[in-house]
């Protein structure tokens, strides 16, 4: 996509109808699969594993859902990229680039937790141009990016809006796994997470979401993909937080990155992040 197409409401509207189909797509696939008692899992890490931390589960679920939202960007918009977990790269001629990742929270999907997510992205080459959080189970849309910044969900629709400014020490800081990533990273988390009123472990891109809502002051995470960060970037900052590498850089690529529902937090956060090498 044209830069000059962020600013083009009919292409702005294609692209949210877009993904919204993709994720009712997504949403189809899933489900079935979803707390059946009988769902395997493949581990992409290493092949007879059994560790935590050399498991990295896909699903057949997975795998549905993204050739689901394949079949809809072939069929309907053939001359953009995509980006997804499971079926790599393919390439485009319009400048947009969809990024998906058909469940983020593999684990808490097979563990039977409501906290994983559909994610969506557009990318053009100026970064997340929209985005949706979506979590099938329990019917929660976020959106954000094109003049969008709301949710959907079985209670309602209600505006995003991140809670702003606000002192460590009455901050929630969330972030998936609590080793974080390697001990040095470990530390870090750590460092930050003793200072805040309260520190929650384990919803993956559901984390996310909360930010965006007002409920999350700080996510922080390293070892990310692109494809489980720039959907989140896009609903973030629509909502008016901000999402960045440990460096104080873009995270659209992934690795460390923290989230932050305002300045405060994200500069006091990067005071010890940033220290990591």
């Given at each position: ?38 769902l ?64 983020d929270g593999?684990r808490?999907?097979i563990a ?9 992205a ?6 997340a ?29 209600r ?30 988390f ?5 200072r ?11 984390a996310?979401?909360l ?25 973030i ?18 690795g ?22």
């Open positions: 996509m044209r830069s000059q197409d962020r600013t083009d409401p009919a292409e702005a509207a294609r692209i949210i109808h877009i993904a919204h189909r993709l994720a009712d797509a997504a949403r189809v696939a899933i489900l079935p699969h979803f707390r059946t008692g009988t395997s899992a493949e581990n992409k890490f290493a092949a007879g594993a059994t560790s935590e931390g050399q498991f990295d589960p896909v699903t057949a679920a997975d795998h549905a859902a993204e050739r689901a939202m394949r079949d809809i960007l072939a069929k309907e918009r053939p001359q953009d990229a995509i980006l997804g977990e499971e079926f790599g790269k393919s390439d485009g001629t319009s400048g947009l680039t969809w990024v998906l990742d058909p469940i593999t808490g999907f039977g937790t409501p906290t994983w997510g559909v994610l969506i557009a990318m053009d080459a100026q970064g141009v929209y985005g949706l959080i979506d979590q099938p189970y329990i019917g929660e849309r976020f959106e954000g990016g094109l003049g969008r910044a709301c949710m959907t969900g079985p209670h309602g629709t505006a995003l809006a991140a809670c702003g400014d606000r002192a460590l020490d009455a901050a929630t800081v969330m972030t998936t796994f609590p080793a974080v990533g390697t001990a040095a990273e470990g530390a870090a750590a460092e930050i997470a003793a805040a009123r309260i520190v929650r472990y384990g919803c993956d891109c559901y996310y979401a930010l965006a809502l007002g409920q999350v002051d700080l996510v922080i995470e390293a070892g990310l993909n692109a494809y489980d960060i720039c959907a989140p970037i896009a609903v900052e629509a909502a008016g937080g901000i999402v960045t590498n440990w460096q104080g850089g873009p995270a659209v690529d992934g460390r990155v923290v989230a932050a529902a305002g300045r405060v937090q994200h500069d006091a956060a990067l005071k010890v992040l940033s220290q990591v090498r």
